[in-house]
């Protein structure tokens, strides 16, 4: 079993910066690749951005140039660095592991992103 817990979000002005965190503990195969979802109310989940253990990268269009995904392999965390944050990122967010095959998730995080 993999545990992750989220830290940061929280209510921010359109143009503003949040930074989401996420430690995993647990049974860790490695190498894995951990993530960011979201889901707004009324939608789907969707993806943000993953990061696998070689630090290759994938993001959404929606927020290519605006987000930022990092990793610490040694620590086993996953950041999310959200600049130029619009309306459309309010969501919920939650942080993913792949391990192994198997898909563990965090408890959420509200971003709301209002003027």
């Known amino acids: 079993q993999v545990q992750l817990v989220e830290s940061g979000g929280g209510l921010v002005q359109p143009g503003g910066s949040l930074r989401l965190s996420c430690a995993a503990s647990?049974?860790?195969?490695?190498?894995?690749?951990m993530g960011w979802y979201r889901q707004a109310p009324g939608n789907q989940r969707e993806l943000v951005a993953t990061?696998?253990?070689?630090?290759?990268?994938k993001y959404a269009d929606s927020v290519k140039g605006r987000f930022t995904i990092s990793r610490d392999n040694v620590k086993d965390t996953v950041n999310l660095q959200m600049n130029s944050l619009q309306v459309a990122d309010t969501a919920v967010y939650y942080c993913?592991?792949?391990?192994?095959?198997?898909?563990?998730w965090g408890q959420g995080s509200q971003v709301t992103v209002a003027s």
């Open positions: 993913w592991m792949d391990n192994f095959g198997s898909a563990y």
């Open positions: 647990g049974s860790i195969f490695r190498p894995n690749t």
């Open positions: 990061i696998a253990s070689s630090g290759r990268t």
